[in-house]
Structure formats: structure tokens, C-alpha cells
């Protein structure tokens, strides 16, 4: 059974920086063909921030480009969302999610990104 688990999520200020991490369990990070960080802000959609592909091909949104940087390590089997400069506009519940043919689409439960001085 696959499961994402995120952890790193916080109340910072204008400017600072943090690192989300997800995990993986019950299946190697690199037999996800894309694994993605997406954030939902309060009445707002879900939307995609970054994109790993399973050949490490990385995509970032526009509006995180330069400040963000995502990245894994396939020792912890473990995705990572470094996030710099952050913005109020970046608050957000920020999800781990992994596609695959093989294995579906999963979800992790959300970490909360709070901006704020």
C-alpha cells in the first residue's frame, strides 16, 4: 500500500525559508513516474507548485520559480519542496502527490505553510 507522508510545515515570517519533506512507504520513489508538490489556500483551487519526473526533470509554477526548489533523495525515499523568500501569498496547505500507471495517484494528508508577520 502506498502512503505519502509530509512533514515540515510551519508559521514563518515574510522572507524566511523552510523545507517540506514527504515520504514514501510501500513503494520506491523512483517507480512514481511524477511526483509533485500542490497547495490549496483558503477558497481557493488546489494548484501545482513543482514537479519531479521519475528522470528527474523538475517544473516549477511561475510564481515560485527562483524561490523554490524541489528535490529527493532516494536513500530516505523521500521527495523534498526547499521554499525560500517566502511570500504571504505562498500560505497554503501544501500536499505530496505521486502518479503512476503502475500505482495510481496518492495523496499525502497536507501541511499547513503559514506566511505571516
Known amino acids: 500500500q502506498v502512503q505519502l507522508v509530509e512533514s515540515g510545515g510551519g508559521l514563518v515570517q515574510p522572507g524566511d525559508s523552510l523545507r517540506l519533506s514527504c515520504t514514501a512507504s510501500?513503494?520506491?520513489?523512483?517507480?512514481?513516474?511524477?511526483m509533485g508538490w500542490y497547495r490549496q489556500a483558503p477558497g481557493n483551487q488546489r494548484e501545482v507548485v513543482a514537479t519531479?519526473?521519475?528522470?528527474?526533470?523538475?517544473n516549477y509554477t511561475d510564481s515560485v520559480k527562483g524561490r523554490f526548489t524541489i528535490s529527493r533523495d532516494t536513500t530516505k525515499n523521500t521527495v523534498y519542496l526547499q521554499m525560500n523568500s517566502l511570500k504571504p501569498e505562498d500560505t497554503a496547505v501544501y500536499y505530496c502527490?505521486?502518479?503512476?500507471?503502475?500505482?495510481?495517484?496518492?495523496w499525502g494528508q497536507g501541511t499547513q505553510v503559514t506566511v505571516s508577520s
Open positions: 502527490n505521486g502518479a503512476s500507471a503502475r500505482y495510481g495517484v496518492h
Open positions: 510501500g513503494v520506491n520513489i523512483f517507480s512514481i513516474n511524477l
Open positions: 519531479i519526473t521519475a528522470g528527474g526533470v523538475k
